[in-house]
Each structure stands twice: as C-alpha cells, then as structure tokens.
C-alpha cells in the first residue's frame, strides 16, 4: 500500500456532478484507484473562497458530491475520501507557505489572472483567492502527493506548487515531494446539451449524475442538432451536432458511429430516431451509476460515516507530513 | 474566572527582551494578569514571516523569551503563556478570514505599507507579510480577546480585526467578539543607551533582562550623554541625554531626578556620578528579574513543562471558539 503512488484529486461542492465531470475525471479516478493510493477531496474550503456569503450552498453539497462518487464507482475500500476543512494540517502548511512566495507571484500566475476576469472581482480579489494557489500547494503536499490529474488550465498552479516545494526543501532540509501534473491526453470539455462550450448549473444545460431515467432521456431529446436539419430526408450536419458529439463520447461501437454520421449526412436519418438511439446509449453508462446511488442513498447515514473515516484517514497521513514539515522548521517543541 | 475580560498580547521570538520592552509591555502585563484573563504568545509563526530562512533564531529564543517573562513576574497560574505555532486553529481561523478581505484592503493597511517599507522588501513582498494583519485578526479572535494592548503603530491591524468580525458576524451570525486596541498613556518608547529612537539587537544599544549585573553597568557607563559635558564643572544638557531619560523612565524619586537634572545643567555634576546613580536605581529594578530568572532557568525542563500547560489551555480556548466558527460557518460536519 505505501509503495503505490500518491494521487490527490478532489471537487469543489457547489452543485451536483454532471456527465462532462464523469468523462473528464471521475471515470479516470474509478481506474487509478486500482494503481494509485488516491485521496479525494470534497474542497469546501475552497468552495467558501468565493461562496462566502453562501455557506448553505456548500454545506448541502457534500453528501451529495459524495453520493456523486460512490456511485460512479470510487471504492471507499480503495480510495480515502475526505473533506478539506476537516484537515487543519492544510491551513496550517498554507500559512507557512505564503512566507515563501510573493504577492507578485500570485498575482502573475496566468489560472489566477484567468479566473479574477472570469470571476468578474474587479478591483475587489479576496486575499484567500489571491492565495488559492499556495492552498492547493498545502492540499498536494499534505498527502506528499505524486501526482495531481489537472486540466491543461491549473497546470500552472501545478508550477506554483513545485516551486514552494523546491523553497521549503532548499530552506529546510529535503522534506516534501515534488508532484507532478498529470493532463489527460484526451482534455476536450464535454459540451452542454445546448452545445454551449461549459456545462453548468446555472446554465440548466447539463445531465446530472444524479438525474433519473425520464429526466436524461427529456434533456437528450431536446438536446442542439442542425438547426438546418427540417425534414428526415435532408442532409443533416454532424459538425456542432450534440447528438454526434456526445456518440463519439459514449458510444463504445464506433463502426455504427460512422454509419450514422453517414447516413445523417446523407439524408433520411431523423433526428428522434438518432437521439432515441443516443438515450439507449446513455442510459446504459447511467444506469449502474444509478443503482450504485440509490443502495448508497437508501442508508444516508452511512455516507456520512464512509466520509468520517475518510478523513480520519486522510487527516492521520496529513499529520505525518506536518510532523516532518515542524521537525524541519524546528518547531516541533514538545 | 470566565467572567473576567480576555487580553491577548504577545511577542516575536526573535532576541532576548530588553528593557524597551520591560517598560513598554512586559510591567503592565504583570499589572494586568490579576484583573484579566491574559494570554501571552510567543508568536514564531509571525516571527518566521520575515524570518523564513532562519528557523534557528526562532527556535533558540522561544525559551528565552519565555525566561524572559517569567523572570518579570508574569505568572503561569495567572498567565495563560502559549506557543502560536501550536495552535492549529489560528491557521484556520486565517485561511477563512482571508475570504472576508480583498488584496486592496490589505495594501491599503498603513501598518503593512510602513513596515513593507522598514524592511525593505521592494517588489518581493512575501505573501504571507501583506496577510499578516488577517493572521492576527485569527490570533486575537481565536481567544475571543476584548482588549489587545498595541502601540499607537498597531491600531490599524486591530481595526483590520474588528472589520473582520464585524463581516463574519453579518455573514455567518453573531460569533466573534469585537475587540479593542488597549494603547498605553504614556506611549514613548525608551530609547537605546547611544540615543538612537530605537533599541535593538543589530544596533547593540539594549539593556536585556537578561544580563548580568557587569554588563549593566557597563552599559550603563557607556551611554550616551552630552558630549559637549567635558569637564564636570561645565553646565550639561539633559535633552536627549539617555541618562536622564533612563532616571525620567526608571527612578521612582523624581524629586530627587529633579535636583540631579539642575545640578547637572548649571555644571558641577560629573557623568560617572549620575551614571553609577542611574546604576544603582537600574540594578534595584533589574535584581528582582534575575533573580526570579535563575530560579526557573536553574530547572529548565520546567520552562517547556510550562509552555506546553499554557499550549495545552490555549489550545483549548481556540477549540472552543473554532467550534463556535464551524457551526456558524456550516462546516461542522460529524
């Protein structure tokens, strides 16, 4: 178990997981869990860095966030599922990290830059998002992880955390390890069923993991096709085409993929018929990730219980590394 | 006991404490721990702000300073006398309290601009020195302290404090206590023994309670005085003449400083008479000290038995008001 490689991962709670989480992540973390020693944070502290005034959002999302993972197959016997603000050893090494990085670094870290725009902030950038870089540095090095599966976007943050890393092993003795980003080969985002570029929420554009059968198959048939597509026998546009794009993505029979495509192109193909066939495709990946919720959710308790031994465990191999970083740091007194 | 009003005061263990500090902090301590309840810090976190490539100043003086105190008469059955780096909850406290204050607000702070200066930090601000003013916010509020004696210099890290949990408060319900700055009346500094505004360790100009009673007189018969005063019968200035600042600060016979001052400006008093008088009132105020010093440091165990009692009551304070902070954040899961 100790020799296996280190993977920390998580997700903030501030909605239900959707199918683009599953193909861009969730899915991975179900097969590394066999390879890999892999903690999985619920990063709620993270989440409150811009839901401050939200709390009640957070809070009602992380059983939930849990429930996401459980059903999707994270094996709780496998993979240390935990939530952030219950590991004060995280806010601990980020206090002893934003000694040795300066505000000018933070402020010319390209994800940051990205996000205070996205975010709309202004002139107003709380410190904690300023300094969320060098908190996800704390969450990494905590756990002496390896390995960080990232987007190619938080691949600088990745940097950041090297660099403090290097820092505090030049200042105070080797002590952490270097991790490194691991970016999946395949990194396109799964569009919203509207073909807008980010499933969201907000946007009431995404299939939820968490949605029944009746609900899927009703986004599915409204999902954006070729608007130029009227009648049956037309030619049709696969390019932009939702039902296409999520066919590439789910269906595992690429040669009736390309059958389609044709047909589609060609004319003669509706777009019910081809969407029918997408929602059998679907509700096949679906429906075990329902099952699994269900049996899971049927003993609510339960979930609560798997996330308090999580954490514990998480929290018992956080201060194994706090305890190296203050024998370091010479403050380790008593 | 509870009903008794709370006082966080503290000090940067980064040297032995000199007398600047005695007069300016450390007397009024031992006048206020039998009215309040008073908890001192040793604050190596702060101490390592600036100090992050030199853990071992930090670490040799927490026991120093320690000594220090307790040869004042700070008293561990009336002092609660902790070490910050041993209390996890103030990393907490911090990390969520930096969401409550954006970047402007912290470089707006006229105590970070002044000191960011001092240092000469340049473009190269650590981090974790611009958010120095929310780690105290987390200190002071971790006790729920009404009353933090500061210099005049220090107001606005305890305006900074009370706009945090005046916003923790309106966002999350009333939790946190308001604190107040405590800035003493007679808020002169007492200058070092060669006249400079400042004493300290680099510039060599410090009485520490620590020295012997040969290096205080020789100190003594080192300081600075009128340098135009040189035959005994010559009139002599007693502006910024250190002697009789130090008989101003330290003899409690100011009739008798009175008759010495104008002997001395109308000639025929000679510096080595007023210095082995200032000698001898310095010494009455100096025995005391190390003699308590000696008595704890002759068992030195005992001072780190001490220090972790003290740890072990703080940290059961901050658990306290953490635990009010998660219900209140929604972050009390289990």
Known sequence: ?????????????????????????????????????????????????????????????????????????????????????CIPEIAELTIFYLNLVTVARLQRNPTVKDEIQQKGFGASIPAGFLCYPVSQAADITAFQANLVPVGQDQVPVIEQTIEIVRTFNRLYGNTLIEPQALVPQDAGRLPGIDGKAKMGKSLGNAIYLSDDADTVTKKIMSMYTDPGHIRVQDPGRIEGNMVFTYLDVFDPDKQKVAELKAHYQRGGLGDITVKRYLNDIMQVVLQPIRDRRAQYASSKGDVLALLKKGTHEARQKASLTMDAVRRAMKISYF
């Open 1 to 85: 178990m100790d020799s296996k490689k280190i993977i920390l991962t998580g997700d903030r709670p501030t909605g239900p997981l959707h199918i683009g989480h599953y193909v861009g992540s969730l899915k991975n973390r179900v097969a590394l869990q066999h390879t890999y020693q892999q903690y999985v944070m619920i990063a709620d502290v993270q989440a409150l860095t811009d839901n401050a005034e939200n709390p009640d959002k957070v809070r009602n999302n992380i059983e939930q966030v849990a429930l996401d993972y459980l059903a999707v197959g994270i094996d709780p016997t496998l993979t240390t599922i935990f939530i952030q603000s």
